[in-house]
Structures are given as C-alpha cells and as structure tokens.
C-alpha cells in the first residue's frame, strides 16, 4: 500500500508541475510539442512501473501443516492483484479471492504465480480469456470459481483446455440446462468434481466418459435432475445429489462400489438400492414411510443412517432384525418423523434394536414418544449418546434406562415437560458425562441425584422453575452449569467449594437477591475471570442492577427489626424458620433476630429505603438517605447515633426530610459505626474507616446499606476529577501551541521585511547595480525603455538596432534613457568578437502607490509606449 501511495503521489506532482509549465507555455508557439512530449513520457513511465503487489493488499501465512497462503477475501478487489517481481518465483499453496467483485480473468492475470488452490467463491464471473490459466497449468490442483448465471451458461474453454492438472473442480452458478459432453476431455487426474446451483435438468449419457476410470467424488447439488444415470462411474466412491427432484432411485442409476450417499431434500417415495458397500445414506427430507425401508436390509456395510423428517410414524421389529442387515450400525436418526414405539402390553421386551450391537448414538428427537418400551436398550450395550428432545408427552420410569447403566455417556431430554419426580431414573446411569434438562418444568432436583453421577462435567437446567441450587458433593467434576432462567435468588459458598473443576457458570435471568449470601460468589468470579469479562456478564439482581457493575462493599445483608432486647437465631433452610418470618428468609439467608420477651418474630416495614456514607475528606463525611412515604406523611423522628472506636458519641436529632447531613470532626485512622433510628426500632447501622489522607482508596471504602442497592459515588467523582484534569491540560497545550505559531509566523515576517529592505538598499548603497560601477562615459546610452507590465517583473528591453530614434531625448537623471547602448569604449572585460553585454533592470517596488507612481512617470514616456506597439517588437525574456 505504501508503494501504491508513493506512485499516487508522484503522479499529483507531476501534473502540478506540468500545469504550472502549460500556464507558460501557453504564450509561445511551441505548446503543442511539449504537450506531446509529455503525453509520450507520462505513457512510457506508467507502462515501466510496478504493477501493485499482492502482499501489500492480502494477508500471507503458514497453517499448522505447513501450507502457506495468500488471503484475499473480502477486500472489494475488481480484478485479480498484479503479481510483483517480488513473488515472482514464489509458490503459494492456497491463493484465497473469494466474495469479491471480480467479473473477469485476463490471460496474464496469473503471470509468475505458482499456486495449487484457487478460491474464488463469491465472485459472480462473467467472462475469461481462453488462456486465463496458462500460468498455472503445471501447478494448479484445485479451484473453486463461481459464475454469473444470468451471463454464463457454459463451461469457459479456458477450464476445459488450460486445467490439465487439476484434481479437484468445483464450478458454481453457471446455467447449463444440459451437461453435455467434451468438457472434461484434457482432465486425465480429475477426482472431484462439483457442479452446484448450475441448473441442469438434463446429463448427457457420455457427459463423464473421459471420467469414469478416476473420478472418486461427484456433487451435484441444488440442480433440476429428475433422473440420473451414473452407472458407468465405476470408481465412484461419494456421491451427492442433494436439494434436486429426484421422486424415485434404484440400482440401475448408481455405482455399486458407492461408500457415501446422499440423498436429502429431494422428495423421495421410493428407493430400490442394494449397495453392500455403503457406509453412509442420508435420506432426510423426504416422503419415505414404514413400507419404503425394505432396502435398509441389503446394507450390510451401513454405519451411519439418518432417516430424519419423513413420515415413517413406527417401526416394526423386523427393521433391522436381517441378520446381514446393520451389523456395524454406530449411528441411526430418526428425528421429526411423528414416530413413536409399538405398544406392548403384555409387557415383552421390545426387539426393535436387538441387531443394533454396535450402535453408539441414538436420535429420537422431536417426535411423539411416550414410553419408552420395556428392554429397549437391553441390546445397545455400547450406546453412548441418546437425544429424546421435544417429546412433549414423554414418561420416565424407573425401568426406561436400563441396559445403559454403563455405556451412556450423553443424554439430552429438553422440552420433554418433565418433572422433579422423574428424575429419579437417571440415577443408574453412573458414567453420564453430559446431561441436558432445559426447558422442562423441573421446580426442584432430588438430593441424590447428582451426588450419585460423579463424572458428570456438564449440566444444563436452563428454563426451569428451580428455586435452589441443586445438591452436590466433593466428588463432583462438573466443567460447566447452566442455570439460566430459573428463580434462583442465590448461590451459596458450599456449593462453589464443592464444584472445585467449575469453570462455565450461568446464572443470568435469575432474580438474584444481591446480599451478603453471594460475596463468595463475587469472590469467584474475581478469582477465575478476568475483570474485562465478568462486565459482559448478563446477571441481573433483583432490584434491576447488573452484578457485573458492583464492588464487593455493595453486597451486605439487611437487618430485620424486633422489639425491645433481641438475640440472633442462625438458619441455614428456610423450612426450619418460624412461618411468620418465611417471607424474608431463604436458603443461607443472614441472622434473623426474634424478641425474648415474646416468641412471635414482629416484622416492621422499612422507612428507610436507602442509605449512602462516604468520606468526603480528611475530618468529614457525607451521609444521605430515603425515605419511604409513609415515614415522610407520619413526620417521624430520625435519630443519628455515631460509635467512635466501640464508645458512643452523643446522639443528634436529624430533620428525616432533609435527606442528608454533613458528619464533621472525624479522627484519622478511626473506626466509626454511622446508625439511623425511627422510633426507636428500625436502626440501620454501616462502618466506616478513616484513613490518614484521603485517597482513592478511602473514597472506594464508601459504605451503604439498601435494600435496593445503590452504586458508590466517590468512583464517579474521581474519574470526572481525573477526566477534567485531562481535558484542561490539552486545552492548555492546545492553547500554547497556538500562540507559539503566531508568535513565530509574527518574528518569521518582521524578519523577512528586514531583509529585503536591507538588500535593496545595499543594492544602490554598496555598488550592487551594475550601472553605479561604471562612470558617466561608459554606461549605455538608454532610448526607448518600456514601462514594465507589472511592479515586480522584469523590463524588456530592444536592441539597439531596433530602439525607434524619436524617443532619444528622453533621460533619466542625466543620462539618456529609452534603449540600452553601449559605447565603443575599447575594455578588457569586453571582446570585440562579441556582442554588447546588456542588462536587465527590475523595477524596485515602493511602500509609497502615489511616488511609485510618479517616479513611473518620469522615467517612461507616453511616446516610447506608443512607439513600441507600433512597432511590435517581439521581446527577447532572460
């Protein structure tokens, strides 16, 4: 880019330059020449530069194999980069131009480029030279173009004649109709071809005959096929044929050594296939049911089988029960296909997956499953993933897992509408890793379940009614927790010092009570994650603040008034404490206080609803309060009681509308507590610690009680302090600057004034003028001077020869003025051989227009400018 902008730069100069001469030599006869002149010199100096370098647009690198690349995507290019001198002889592994706006391929556009893939997806060619490739013939192995399909409806000749290497050829968007023959002739190692999204209706019975001996891979891909025949591809190991019209397949359109198939989205009703080779068939999206399956009995190779979305609603024992048929299964997907399990009442062990002996995963989602049959799994020994999302109406007992208890590792049963008690079943399946119950209408989770399934690493309860953590122990290894869209109101300590392996946890649209009981997991929170990423933290506490904008100082408790003397009760369940206090306790909850003198625990509403201290210097602090509107209509009392070092202060009656109040005369170095009274019940009490000097930590020790927590406002205060500190010390600056430029651009001028006056007097003082050296006899007679065109530019003057005589009476001071002439005075700094030396005179300007003026006047003559236009002589500028 720096060599782009250099070449910019140096073309700007020159067309400076080049108007600043035409401005000139508009006035002489020999434009036209020097125009041309330039015109040539401009075209042979850009058609010698450097085109633009490639890495100096791109981005270039080396990838954990060792494949280094070029990475051109997405940077708006309209034709490919020019190749340097400096990559000339580089070879790339991988030159990248997808999503760009390329429209053509020139024939050198490759020129000194050694490359083995070309990606240009994205790029919507339209044309290209017959010779587009011939740089990389040697070399290129694979390529992706993309084409306009409004403009292209052909395979260029430059993809059928220059690509005599290639391996892999993906062409995509061209409007073929017909595939015909001929285009693949010259591509002898071609195993890998695509043609997507290319409209073809129709492929001609010897479209792939240069093919059929190498080609291992064919796509064909969102087209128009209806029908197909690729029989002849006898090495043809994978094909696919996704998003066409295909209502109907068999053996005679397909190889028999096929591994992959792929058949999706077509709208299939039938297939009569006997492909003992094939490993994977995916058939999903179609119209298949219970009676077009007879074919998964010849598949005696089949390993993955996805027959997802299509109507088969049941099947029947004999499925799978060939005893050449699924014998090395590891994958069968039945999702979306309304399917549930043939009753039993008699309660017989369902044989449906009896052949399955290999089968590791097992998808059953979204469909009608109710019950699990009796035994289903007792034959799915190696079953390790089983998804049963989105069966509404499912049940789970006490018998549904058994025959996993030591094979399943992963289970997932989202949006079932399961509940707390049936949970239990899960508890026999000891090596479950991962197991995921959102969006189900679980309210709590049995003590023992997750205590027993100690290698669980993942647990996903996200959209549930839980209102308390579940249970774990010491031996649990679990990575990752999601609680998300609960009613959790907290987190208590013994639950993060179990789960010791937790490293994803959360808890975001929970009503998260931001008290006292989640300090610890404040705590957790600073320790494992960096503070930059716990502000993306999306948990939100009850009173509406984010728990990623609070300190540690914000997360206290409440205290709960009683009469008269109180003693502390510590509870840890909230099903333990007294029913009058069950609204304000829960799980982990702080101290509750109940009177002696009764046993009936007295809840008061709060009339303070939130209180802020915080030091606003060395000897004085702040405190500010609100009040409820209850206390305000009632004008009650407001006490302040201040504890200095454990001994009490007098006490102070306060205005409770006043809102705030100035606490004055602190010590240093001193513990205060800082208590509000009304009616001698409610008392709200916080501490504060002065420091020796106040400081930004002192101001970060701001302490506050609220039931809806409030933020500290020292932090505030210190970073306007410090922004307004910044601010004014640039303007300042800014400001200097300013007067440092005026006051040099001021010396600059008065200095260059100086001088110039200086110069011209020197000029006549100290013998500059040429004419002031030489005596009366030797300066040249003057006839005829014109007055110049302008203060500042130089006289013409004639040649003697030529200076009209009417005007050699003129003078100036003394001596005669009108042409210059010299005298025939013999000297040794003058030859005889040469002409006359003459001199030019520059008008001196004057500070005065009025004697500039004047003293014009004197010296030229209306008759010597008369004189000259009639002669028109043309001047002769030095």
């Given at each position: 880019m720096l060599g782009m902008y250099i070449i910019e730069r140096f073309y700007m100069n020159i067309l400076t330059m080049a108007n600043a001469y035409i401005y000139h030599l508009l006035q002489i006869q020999y434009f036209h020449l020097f125009f041309i002149f330039f015109c040539l010199f401009l075209f042979e100096y850009t058609s010698s530069l450097p085109s633009s370098n490639i890495l100096d647009i791109c981005q270039s690198g080396i990838r954990e194999d060792q494949t280094n690349y070029v990475h051109c995507a997405r940077k708006s290019l309209y034709s490919i980069p020019r190749f340097s001198n400096r990559t000339f002889n580089l070879a790339f592994d991988e030159l990248i131009l997808s999503d760009n706006f390329i429209s053509h391929i020139n024939a050198n556009d490759f020129n000194g480029l050694r490359v083995k893939r070309l990606i240009m997806s994205g790029n919507k060619l339209q044309s290209m030279d017959s010779q587009a490739f011939r740089e990389l013939t040697n070399y290129l192995e694979q390529t992706v173009l993309e084409f306009d399909s409004a403009i292209v409806d052909t395979i260029p000749i430059a993809i059928k004649t220059n690509l005599q290497n290639i391996r892999s050829l993906k062409l995509i968007g061209l409007n073929l109709q017909t595939l015909t023959s001929g285009n693949f002739d010259l591509m002898k190692k071609l195993e890998h071809l695509s043609l997507t999204h290319c409209n073809i209706h129709i492929i001609d019975h010897d479209a792939f005959q240069p093919l059929e001996p190498i080609l291992k891979h064919l796509q064909l891909d969102y087209n128009q096929l209806t029908e197909m025949n690729l029989n002849p591809l006898q090495q043809l190991e994978i094909l696919t044929i996704t998003q066409n019209q295909i209502k109907y397949i068999d053996n005679d359109n397909l190889p028999k050594q096929l591994k992959r198939l792929d058949l999706s989205y077509n709208g299939l009703t039938d297939i009569q296939i006997e492909l003992s080779q094939l490993e994977y068939l995916n058939v999903q999206n179609n119209q298949l049911t219970q009676q077009h399956l007879e074919f998964i009995h010849s598949l005696t190779n089949?390993?993955?089988?996805?027959?997802?979305?299509?109507?088969?609603?049941?099947?029947?024992?004999?499925?799978?029960?060939?005893?050449?048929?699924?014998?090395?299964?590891?994958?069968?997907?039945?999702?979306?296909?309304?399917?549930?399990?043939?009753?039993?009442?008699?309660?017989?062990?369902?044989?449906?997956?009896?052949?399955?002996?290999?089968?590791?995963?097992?998808?059953?989602?979204?469909?009608?499953?109710?019950?699990?049959?009796?035994?289903?799994?007792?034959?799915?020994?190696?079953?390790?993933?089983?998804?049963?999302?989105?069966?509404?109406?499912?049940?789970?007992?006490?018998?549904?897992?058994?025959?996993?208890?030591?094979?399943?590792?992963?289970?997932?049963?989202?949006?079932?509408?399961?509940?707390?008690?049936?949970?239990?079943?899960?508890?026999?399946?000891?090596?479950?890793?991962?197991?995921?119950?959102?969006?189900?209408?679980?309210?709590?989770?049995?003590?023992?379940?997750?205590?027993?399934?100690?290698?669980?690493?993942?647990?996903?309860?996200?959209?549930?009614?839980?209102?308390?953590?579940?249970?774990?122990?010491?031996?649990?290894?679990?990575?990752?927790?999601?609680?998300?869209?609960?009613?959790?109101?907290?987190?208590?300590?013994?639950?993060?010092?179990?789960?010791?392996?937790?490293?994803?946890?959360?808890?975001?649209?929970?009503?998260?009570?931001?008290?006292?009981?989640?300090?610890?997991?404040?705590?957790?929170?600073?320790?494992?994650?960096?503070?930059?990423?716990?502000?993306?933290?999306?948990?939100?506490?009850?009173?509406?603040?984010?728990?990623?904008?609070?300190?540690?100082?914000?997360?206290?408790?409440?205290?709960?008034?009683?009469?008269?003397?109180?003693?502390?009760?510590?509870?840890?369940?909230?099903?333990?404490?007294?029913?009058?206090?069950?609204?304000?306790?829960?799980?982990?909850?702080?101290?509750?206080?109940?009177?002696?003198?009764t046993t009936t625990t007295t809840v008061v509403t709060d009339m303070i609803t939130d209180l802020n201290v915080w030091i606003k210097d060395n000897n004085s602090a702040?405190?500010?309060?609100?009040?409820?509107?209850?206390?305000?209509?009632?004008?009650?009392?407001?006490?302040?009681?201040?504890?200095?070092?454990?001994?009490?202060?007098?006490?102070?009656?306060?205005?409770?509308?006043?809102?705030?109040?100035?606490?004055?005369?602190?010590?240093?170095?001193?513990?205060?507590?800082?208590?509000?009274?009304?009616?001698?019940?409610?008392?709200?009490?916080?501490?504060?610690?002065?420091?020796?000097?106040?400081?930004?930590?002192?101001?970060?020790?701001?302490?506050?009680?609220?039931?809806?927590?409030?933020?500290?406002?020292?932090?505030?205060?210190?970073?306007?302090?410090?922004?307004?500190?910044?601010?004014?010390?640039?303007?300042?600056?800014?400001?200097?600057?300013?007067?440092?430029?005026?006051?040099?651009?001021?010396?600059?001028?008065?200095?260059?004034?100086?001088?110039?006056?200086?110069?011209?007097?020197?000029?006549?003082?100290?013998?500059?003028?040429?004419?002031?050296?030489?005596?009366?006899?030797?300066?040249?007679?003057?006839?005829?001077?014109?007055?110049?065109?302008?203060?500042?530019?130089?006289?013409?003057?004639?040649?003697?020869?030529?200076?009209?005589?009417?005007?050699?009476?003129?003078?100036?001071?003394?001596?005669r003025g009108g042409c210059l002439q010299h005298s025939e005075t013999n000297s040794t700094d003058l030859s005889n051989n040469n002409p006359p030396a003459y001199h030019i005179y520059h008008e001196i300007p004057f500070s005065d227009p009025d004697i500039s003026t004047l003293r014009r006047q004197n010296i030229f003559g209306d008759t010597c400018l008369i004189e000259q236009q009639r002669l028109r002589h043309k001047p002769i500028i030095i």
């Amino acid at each position: 880019m720096l060599g782009m902008y250099i070449i910019e730069r140096f073309y700007m100069n020159i067309l400076t330059m080049a108007n600043a001469y035409i401005y000139h030599l508009l006035q002489i006869q020999y434009f036209h020449l020097f125009f041309i002149f330039f015109c040539l010199f401009l075209f042979e100096y850009t058609s010698s530069l450097p085109s633009s370098n490639i890495l100096d647009i791109c981005q270039s690198g080396i990838r954990e194999d060792q494949t280094n690349y070029v990475h051109c995507a997405r940077k708006s290019l309209y034709s490919i980069p020019r190749f340097s001198n400096r990559t000339f002889n580089l070879a790339f592994d991988e030159l990248i131009l997808s999503d760009n706006f390329i429209s053509h391929i020139n024939a050198n556009d490759f020129n000194g480029l050694r490359v083995k893939r070309l990606i240009m997806s994205g790029n919507k060619l339209q044309s290209m030279d017959s010779q587009a490739f011939r740089e990389l013939t040697n070399y290129l192995e694979q390529t992706v173009l993309e084409f306009d399909s409004a403009i292209v409806d052909t395979i260029p000749i430059a993809i059928k004649t220059n690509l005599q290497n290639i391996r892999s050829l993906k062409l995509i968007g061209l409007n073929l109709q017909t595939l015909t023959s001929g285009n693949f002739d010259l591509m002898k190692k071609l195993e890998h071809l695509s043609l997507t999204h290319c409209n073809i209706h129709i492929i001609d019975h010897d479209a792939f005959q240069p093919l059929e001996p190498i080609l291992k891979h064919l796509q064909l891909d969102y087209n128009q096929l209806t029908e197909m025949n690729l029989n002849p591809l006898q090495q043809l190991e994978i094909l696919t044929i996704t998003q066409n019209q295909i209502k109907y397949i068999d053996n005679d359109n397909l190889p028999k050594q096929l591994k992959r198939l792929d058949l999706s989205y077509n709208g299939l009703t039938d297939i009569q296939i006997e492909l003992s080779q094939l490993e994977y068939l995916n058939v999903q999206n179609n119209q298949l049911t219970q009676q077009h399956l007879e074919f998964i009995h010849s598949l005696t190779n089949i390993k993955e089988l996805i027959l997802d979305f299509n109507s088969i609603q049941t099947l029947n024992d004999e499925t799978f029960s060939s005893t050449k048929c699924c014998q090395q299964l590891e994958l069968l997907s039945l999702q979306g296909n309304d399917f549930d399990f043939n009753r039993n009442d008699q309660g017989e062990t369902n044989l449906l997956f009896s052949n399955l002996k290999q089968l590791q995963r097992l998808n059953l989602a979204r469909n009608t499953i109710k019950i699990i049959p009796t035994g289903l799994f007792n034959f799915t020994r190696t079953l390790q993933s089983l998804n049963l999302d989105r069966n509404p109406s499912l049940k789970l007992s006490s018998t549904t897992f058994y025959g996993l208890e030591s094979s399943l590792i992963n289970i997932s049963l989202q949006a079932c509408n399961l509940r707390s008690n049936s949970l239990s079943s899960l508890k026999i399946l000891k090596n479950l890793e991962r197991i995921k119950l959102s969006s189900n209408d679980i309210d709590y989770i049995p003590d023992d379940l997750f205590i027993s399934l100690i290698n669980l690493t993942l647990v996903d309860l996200q959209r549930n009614q839980l209102e308390m953590v579940p249970i774990f122990n010491d031996q649990n290894r679990i990575k990752e927790l999601e609680l998300s869209g609960n009613k959790l109101k907290t987190f208590n300590e013994q639950t993060l010092k179990q789960l010791k392996q937790l490293v994803t946890l959360d808890l975001s649209s929970n009503p998260l009570e931001c008290d006292c009981q989640l300090k610890s997991l404040y705590k957790w929170l600073k320790d494992k994650f960096q503070p930059e990423l716990i502000q993306y933290l999306q948990w939100t506490c009850s009173n509406g603040k984010q728990l990623s904008t609070l300190n540690i100082d914000h997360f206290i408790c409440n205290s709960v008034a009683a009469t008269e003397t109180t003693t502390t009760i510590t509870t840890t369940k909230f099903k333990e404490i007294l029913s009058t206090a069950e609204a304000l306790v829960r799980d982990n909850m702080e101290s509750i206080t109940t009177t002696t003198k009764t046993t009936t625990t007295t809840v008061v509403t709060d009339m303070i609803t939130d209180l802020n201290v915080w030091i606003k210097d060395n000897n004085s602090a702040i405190i500010e309060w609100n009040t409820s509107s209850t206390a305000l209509s009632r004008a009650l009392s407001l006490r302040l009681l201040v504890i200095e070092n454990g001994y009490p202060l007098p006490s102070l009656n306060l205005n409770i509308s006043q809102r705030y109040f100035l606490l004055e005369k602190l010590k240093s170095q001193t513990q205060y507590t800082i208590c509000l009274t009304i009616l001698n019940s409610q008392k709200y009490c916080r501490d504060l610690i002065t420091d020796s000097t106040t400081t930004s930590t002192s101001l970060a020790k701001s302490v506050f009680i609220s039931k809806t927590l409030t933020t500290t406002l020292t932090s505030t205060d210190l970073q306007y302090l410090i922004l307004g500190t910044v601010l004014g010390a640039i303007s300042v600056l800014l400001i200097l600057i300013v007067i440092i430029i005026v006051l040099v651009r001021k010396q600059r001028l008065k200095k260059h004034k100086s001088s110039k006056t200086t110069s011209i007097e020197s000029y006549y003082n100290a013998g500059g003028s040429d004419i002031s050296a030489l005596s009366l006899e030797q300066q040249p007679t003057l006839k005829c001077l014109s007055p110049p065109p302008s203060l500042l530019t130089p006289f013409y003057y004639f040649l003697p020869s030529e200076c009209p005589h009417s005007c050699a009476s003129s003078s100036i001071n003394g001596v005669r003025g009108g042409c210059l002439q010299h005298s025939e005075t013999n000297s040794t700094d003058l030859s005889n051989n040469n002409p006359p030396a003459y001199h030019i005179y520059h008008e001196i300007p004057f500070s005065d227009p009025d004697i500039s003026t004047l003293r014009r006047q004197n010296i030229f003559g209306d008759t010597c400018l008369i004189e000259q236009q009639r002669l028109r002589h043309k001047p002769i500028i030095i």
